[in-house]
T-cell receptor
Framework: AQSVTQPDIHITVSEGASLELRCNYSYGATPYLFWYVQSPGQGLQLLLK??????LVQGIKGFEAEFKRSQSSFNLRKPSVHWSDAAEYFCAVDGNQFYFGTGTSLTVIP | EAQVTQNPRYLITVTGKKLTVTCSQN?????MSWYRQDPGLGLRQIYY???????DKGDVPEGYKVSRKEKRNFPLILESPSPNQTSLYFCASSLGVYQPQHFGDGTRLSIL
């Protein structure tokens, strides 16, 4: 069965520090993977996607993610976090049905 | 402007009173779906539709109905709402399967 695990419920980082949000997936075939961000009171916005090819994908707002098939992971990274990055982040896998992880809440402290 | 529009944005109602949440997209997308978001559970798919007149159950379809009579509209129907359906609901659309989804702003339902 398909599933997505985001092990970190909540992460706090200082502004300017680097960020890595973890995502592990379970899927039988080549996965279609996504990261979405949800700001308070808003819908979800696509940050980036992986379909095939280069395993390091670039997204909006300076985010990137690396697909590692051997580890079934698709971790999201950003070299320098801004206060406006505080939000909820969701990893998702698409295999006909869309499966979301439970989300990681990011707090950014000045 | 490309968008997914949900109405209403907020609704408080009582157990057993039928309600419909509308969803409309203006991007000519084939694929539409409904999710509910609950604390600690992330988003769970209720129903999805790959095309007009084609709908399928997601992970949590119990207590919900949908229809897809036109490409642009995908209403979510709660025939007899119960308190455990109190949640934040999102409609989404995409060009097709395996494509990024565009989300509406959400509908917060409270069933008393």
């Amino acid at each position: 069965a398909q599933s997505v695990t985001q092990p970190d419920i909540h992460i706090t980082v200082s502004e300017g520090a680097s960020l890595e949000l973890r995502c592990n997936y379970s899927y039988g075939a080549t996965p279609y993977l996504f990261w979405y961000v949800q700001s308070p009171g808003q819908g979800l916005q696509l940050l980036l996607k992986y379909f095939s090819g280069d395993t390091l994908v670039q997204g909006i707002k300076g985010f990137e993610a690396e697909f590692k098939r051997s580890q079934s992971s698709f971790n999201l990274r950003k070299p320098s976090v801004h206060w406006s990055d505080a939000a909820e982040y969701f990893c998702a896998v698409d295999g006909n049905q869309f499966y979301f992880g439970t989300g990681t809440s990011l707090t950014v402290i000045p | 402007e490309a968008q997914v529009t949900q109405n209403p944005r907020y609704l408080i109602t009582v157990t057993g009173k039928k309600l419909t949440v509308t969803c409309s997209q203006n991007m000519n997308h084939e694929y539409m779906s409904w999710y509910r978001q609950d604390p600690g559970l992330g988003l769970r798919q209720i129903y999805y539709s790959m095309n007009v007149e084609v709908t399928d159950k997601g992970d949590v379809p119990e207590g919900y109905k949908v229809s897809r009579k036109e490409k642009r509209n995908f209403p979510l129907i709660l025939e007899s709402p119960s308190p455990n359906q109190t949640s934040l609901y999102f409609c989404a659309s995409s060009l097709g399967v395996y494509q990024p989804q565009h989300f509406g702003d959400g509908t917060r339902l409270s069933i008393l």
